[in-house]
């Protein structure tokens, strides 16, 4: 199996192998991310369609930095489409959307004529300053934020109290806040 540069570059050569190890190595985490926002595995299998064809139509120009953190990004971004597409009649209820709320006041509107250009500076920014979290911190944030795991499980999972998670994630998008100004993003 080829590591992730070995996959960029036959991405840049258009070579079709690429979507194949692409669905093997990181197929099953793509899915997770969109059946965990929509809840619905047939549209998750098809968010994870639309980030091999979107990985496909992106690989040049662009090179991540990381390809697990950019996959995880398109398909995130894939299943979001779809999620507000099922629910612009009907809102809440739905454990995704407090995760959202959570993110709202910080994250820059996805209405925006330049959303392109400030989703990739936005992913870039995000990935290196996921970064410079200790590991824990980071482990809570990516659990509630592109797993959109619930409190309660993400306190389970890592051995915690719920008030100390909530905590911890406060702190975390107070980071992400002051990060985010610093680098022009706000």
């Keep these: 199996m080829p590591d992730d540069r070995q996959i960029i570059s036959l991405l840049q050569k258009r070579d079709e192998r690429a979507l194949q190890f692409i669905r093997e190595s990181y197929g099953a985490l793509c899915f997770q991310i969109a059946e965990q926002i929509i809840g619905n595995s047939e ?9 091999l064809m979107n990985v496909w139509n992106s690989i040049p120009p662009q090179c991540p930095v990381s390809l697990r953190a950019y996959l995880a990004a398109l ?6 489409d779809k999620y507000k597409s099922a629910h612009r009649q009907k809102r809440g ?39 410079t979290l ?27 109290r719920e008030s100390a998670v909530k905590m911890a994630l406060l702190r975390a998008r107070g980071k992400l806040k002051e990060y985010l100004e610093q680098e022009g993003l706000l």
């Design 43 to 51: 549209d998750a299998e098809e968010c994870v369609n639309d980030m």
């Design 75 to 80: 398909v995130r971004n894939a299943a979001l």
């Design 93 to 131: 209820g739905v454990q995704f959307s407090a995760s959202l709320d959570e993110l709202s006041e910080i994250l820059p509107s996805d209405e925006r004529v330049e959303k392109q250009v400030e989703q990739r500076a936005l992913t870039a920014a995000l990935t290196a300053w996921l970064k």
């Design 134 to 160: 200790p590991q824990d911190t980071a482990r809570l944030f990516i659990q509630r934020y592109f797993l959109s795991h619930s409190v309660r499980d993400i306190a389970k999972q890592n051995g915690m």
